[in-house]
């Protein structure tokens, strides 16, 4: 049987999963089945990529920060077996996601392991969305020197942000460190 949910159906699926509910929940209030809300799902997705890969070009950012959000599929890395993690797809996810941190917008993401091959990826794409020299700046993830220097060669002024965490010891009834 053809797929045939009205627009009004269709946009409250699209709208509780941008709410972030869950596939379940959505199959209960709507009457939509669950396998009909994973292709819906599908569809507008593969239409959002094609969006963002055609008018986030040319950008004139100024301030880029990049990190890396940590999720995972099905279950952990660590609990997944190799055959899961290697033919399943099952295990750790990252999200490489690129911020202009005047605007908000995020001109760029990569999803997929955290090791240099993504990383430069990553910063391939961005790179190749941005219509200026920027100020980029990123964690200490190795990969990062060598993926902005293949990504943006000598176009971009590139730092790492190194946290550093330490107990500072004070001595009483002072505000300075000992």
């Not at 890395?77 to 917008?105: C, N, P, Q, Y």
């Not at 990123?138 to 190194?162: K, M, T």
Request: hydrophobic share 40%; charged share 30%; aromatic share 6%.
């Amino acid at each position: 049987m053809a797929n045939n949910l009205k627009f009004e159906k269709k946009a409250a699926v699209i709208a509780m999963l941008c709410e972030g509910a869950s596939i379940r929940s959505i199959e209960r209030i709507t009457g939509v089945n669950r396998n009909t809300i994973m292709s819906l799902g599908l569809r507008v997705g593969k239409v959002c990529v094609r969006i963002l890969d055609e008018k986030m070009r040319g950008l004139n950012c100024r301030n880029i920060e990049v990190d890396e959000i940590w999720g995972f599929i099905g279950k952990k890395e660590k609990r997944a077996t190799h055959k899961e993690s290697m033919i399943i797809g099952v295990g750790d996810v990252w999200t490489f996601i690129a911020l202009d941190a005047d605007t908000k917008l995020i001109p760029s993401f990569v999803v997929g392991r955290r090791d240099s091959y993504h990383a430069k990826a990553f910063m391939e794409d961005l790179a190749g969305r941005l219509s200026r020299r920027v100020q980029l700046s990123s964690d200490a993830l190795a990969s990062y020197p060598e993926a902005v220097e293949r990504g943006f060669g000598g176009e971009v002024d590139y730092a790492q942000l190194i946290k550093t965490y330490a107990v500072v010891k004070l001595k009483q009834g002072c505000r300075q460190p000992i």
